[in-house]
């Protein structure tokens, strides 16, 4: 009987789900993820291989299944704990189907976590990072290198760049009254879909009945069948029904049942609501890259001598931020059509 093993099961566990979630883009990055944990096996070059993650990724073991293709033994319940749900590892599936990504860069360090989200103002180029000797000690900046821009080669002290940018993320703490506000509307939410969640299963029960009404159906053809090309249509057609199957009775199994209860669940994300720059300040440069992510939808465009322009941030933000509190205002008691002189205040 498989068993897990800690604490690698639940670093496998945090970087499929990552994936599976986007906060990791690519295997490469998994494969950085993984590193970046002691415990985690390594090649005998010291290092976890992007081929590695890969493999990692397409292992429907970890969703509590098992198969063996050279056997012709499709996908199936297995009897040890599964890591993820069998719906996470589709969402990997067809994330590793999809676009490829940009393979995770190389030049990345935890010493400049913005390189790569801070545009040069005059040009719009990335800014590009660097160590540069000075009489005693190594002085850490950031640049522009495009060719004819107004700024190239001219370093801005990392440590400027820093506090600019420290400033920009404390800015989005959102008020207190918004916050609460936030909080219970998502608490309502949740509850509500608990309370839908019943239904739901319901009709999954159903769904279910009628895919085993169909697979019987196809095993009985299969049996009259006289041609080997449609006894193969019609197996695959039937390994088909029974990963669909499968996937709806995990679905019915955790209907209404979260394995976390609301406040366990959310307060990872009310906590960066909160304070989005406690995130950032980890040590951990994944946690400064998801940081980024979340909270700006796009590059940040920084001026030399006037700092950081106004950012695009993430809707959240917005809405919690000091722009959309001014519209939370009570409607006039008059009409919305022309007032008359009766109505007006």
């Keep these: 009987m498989l068993v897990k093993n800690e604490p690698l099961a ?30 985690f096996p390594r090649c005998r ?7 590695r993650a890969t493999n990692v990724l397409k292992q429907v073991l970890y969703a509590g299944y098992v198969s063996a293709p050279s056997w012709d033994i499709g996908v199936r319940k297995g009897h040890h704990e599964a890591l993820i749900s069998l719906e996470t590892y589709n969402r990997i599936q067809e994330k590793l189907q999809g676009k490829a990504r940009a393979p995770y ?17 005059d040009c719009g180029h990335a800014l590009t990072a660097c160590w540069s000797k ?13 060719r004819g821009c107004a700024s190239q080669n001219k370093s801005i002290a990392r440590k400027k760049i820093d506090a600019a940018f420290e400033a920009v993320m404390k800015s989005l703490v959102p008020t207190r009254d918004l916050f609460e506000i936030a909080a219970a509307t998502f608490r309502d939410s949740w509850n509500g879909q608990l309370a839908s969640a019943r239904h739901r299963r319901t009709e999954l029960k159903k769904e279910v009945n009628e895919i085993e009404k169909k697979i ?3 095993l009985d053809r299969m049996i009259d069948a006289e ?26 199994a955790n209907c209404g049942t ?10 990872t994300a009310m906590g960066f609501l909160a304070n989005p720059w406690n995130l950032y300040a980890s040590e951990r440069l994944v946690d400064k890259r998801a940081a980024l992510k979340l909270t700006f939808p796009r590059q940040l465009r920084y001026h030399r001598e006037k700092g ?7 809707l959240p933000f917005k809405m919690l931020g000091s722009d959309f509190s001014n519209l939370a205002v009570m409607a006039r008691p008059e009409r919305f059509e022309r007032p008359t002189l009766r109505f007006v205040v």
């Design 258 to 267: 979260p394995l976390r209860d609301y406040d366990e669940t959310f307060r």
């Design 308 to 314: 950081f322009r106004t950012p695009e941030i993430a």
């Design 134 to 146: 000075g009489r005693d000690r190594m002085h850490p900046y950031y640049l522009c290198r495009q």
């Design 10 to 39: 639940t670093i496998v566990r945090e970087g499929l789900e990552g994936y599976a979630s986007d906060r990791i883009a690519s295997p490469s990055e998994l494969a950085r993820f993984f590193q970046s944990h002691p415990e």
């Design 45 to 51: 070059h010291d290092v976890v291989l992007s081929e």
């Design 227 to 252: 041609s080997r090309t449609v006894a193969s249509a019609l197996e695959k057609r039937v390994d088909e029904l029974t990963a669909k199957k499968l996937l709806l009775e995990e679905n019915i």
């Design 216 to 218: 019987s159906v196809m």
């Design 105 to 121: 860069r190389v030049d990345l360090s935890p010493d400049f976590p913005l390189r790569g989200h801070i545009l040069c103002d």
